[in-house]
């Protein structure tokens, strides 16, 4: 599991349980969604304000600077197109079903990621629209590299040995 916060961690866990209820047959099918960073309503605005994303740009607005590097994604969909996205693709496979009477794929396993690009960015530009059009002042710092590592003055060559065990 190459996760790294606890939250993303529990996450993990609970897919790989779900997919093991499918594998051993304890349910007949599953469909996991695994939407990107959910943001606020579409219209309203409303929205977990202490998720990640969203905690980062309030530090960002707090002191007033931010890491530039336009490499850093930042994707975002709308807590209302992740409800939508999900209401009818349920209903939708319902619909089928109810139709033919029976299940079309009693062995179905479905992951769906939920990325919608329209609403990818990278910090670099989310910091530039708070800027612009929200009238903050953050300015941009340039993202530390990793100092160079001295060169060794002889070369040495090296050798990894490996040696398994069956216990």
């Keep these: 599991m190459n996760v790294?916060?606890?939250?993303?961690?529990?996450?993990?866990v609970a897919?790989?349980?779900v997919l093991e209820a499918f594998r051993t047959g304890k349910v007949p099918s599953v469909h996991v969604y695994r939407p990107c960073a959910i943001s606020g309503h579409m219209v309203t605005g409303y929205g977990n304000t202490n998720d990640f994303t969203?905690?980062?740009?309030?530090?960002?607005?707090?002191?007033?600077a931010a890491f530039?590097?336009?490499e850093v994604p930042i994707h975002w969909i709308p807590v209302d197109e992740v409800?939508?996205?999900i209401a009818v693709e349920s209903s939708s496979r319902r619909s089928r079903n109810s139709r033919t009477g029976t299940d079309t794929n009693p062995q179905q396993k479905q992951v769906t990621n939920m990325v919608n690009p329209f609403y990818s960015t990278t910090l670099t530009n989310a910091v530039g629209v708070l800027n612009q059009a929200m009238g903050y002042s953050i300015r941009a710092i340039p993202t530390p590299t990793a100092p160079p590592q001295p060169q060794p003055q002889h070369a040495y060559k090296t050798t990894t040995t490996t040696?398994?065990?069956?216990?």
């Design 4 to 12: 790294k916060t606890g939250y993303a961690q529990s996450k993990a």
């Design 15 to 17: 897919e790989r349980l």
């Design 54 to 64: 969203n905690l980062l740009i309030l530090a960002c607005i707090a002191c007033k």
């Design 68 to 70: 530039q590097n336009p």
């Design 83 to 85: 409800a939508h996205t």
């Design 163 to 167: 040696t398994s065990y069956l216990l």
